[in-house]
């Protein structure tokens, strides 16, 4: 079944059916998050070929390095979140592969990139085939592991106390 053909069945199918069918649906996928936005990006390739598109894929999405201030964030979703609960001493466990790269870009790379991903794209668009697929990562270049990020946020709020 394409994702265009399961995107149809989500219009009529029942929320209990799908429920029951989304361990099916998944496929190779790790979660409902992922497998949309495969539904979303073939659904753009089907129906904006004559668009200057790109796909930009950025990894985790984090607190910014410099822009607009060093550590900026506009809300707490993601992993400034969990940070912010461990630091009030709130969050003290969670489950997870400690030994898995935590894959965190900051927010202000992901702007300058897709700044420039727009104005790429809207160049090379007339000389490629299929649209463009940008992924802005990190654990490539500086991989910590969710252990090693866990000890330095321990180190760091130990030393500073809880927030308030």
């Known amino acids: 079944m394409t994702l265009l053909k399961l995107l149809e069945l989500c219009e009529w199918m029942d929320e209990d059916v799908m ?3 989304t361990a099916t649906l998944l496929r190779d996928r790790p979660n409902t998050y992922c497998l949309t936005k495969a539904i979303s990006e073939a659904y753009l390739f089907q129906y904006a070929q004559d668009l200057p598109l790109g796909i930009f894929r950025p990894s985790i999405i984090g607190a910014s390095w410099q822009e607009p201030a060093p550590g ?9 979140g969990l940070f912010i609960a461990v630091g009030k001493g709130v969050l003290r466990i969670l489950e997870g592969d400690v030994h898995k790269v935590a894959d965190i870009i900051p927010i202000d790379y992901c702007v300058n990139m897709l700044i420039c991903i727009t104005w790429y794209t809207s160049i090379i668009t007339k000389q490629v085939q299929q649209p463009l697929i940008y992924h802005c990562t990190s654990g490539s270049k500086k991989p910590y592991t969710w ?4 000890t330095l946020l321990l180190e760091f709020f130990q030393s500073k106390g809880t927030l308030q």
């Open 19 to 21: 429920d029951s069918m």
């Open 72 to 80: 900026w964030i506009d809300n707490y979703n993601g992993p400034s």
């Open 147 to 150: 252990f090693q990020l866990g």
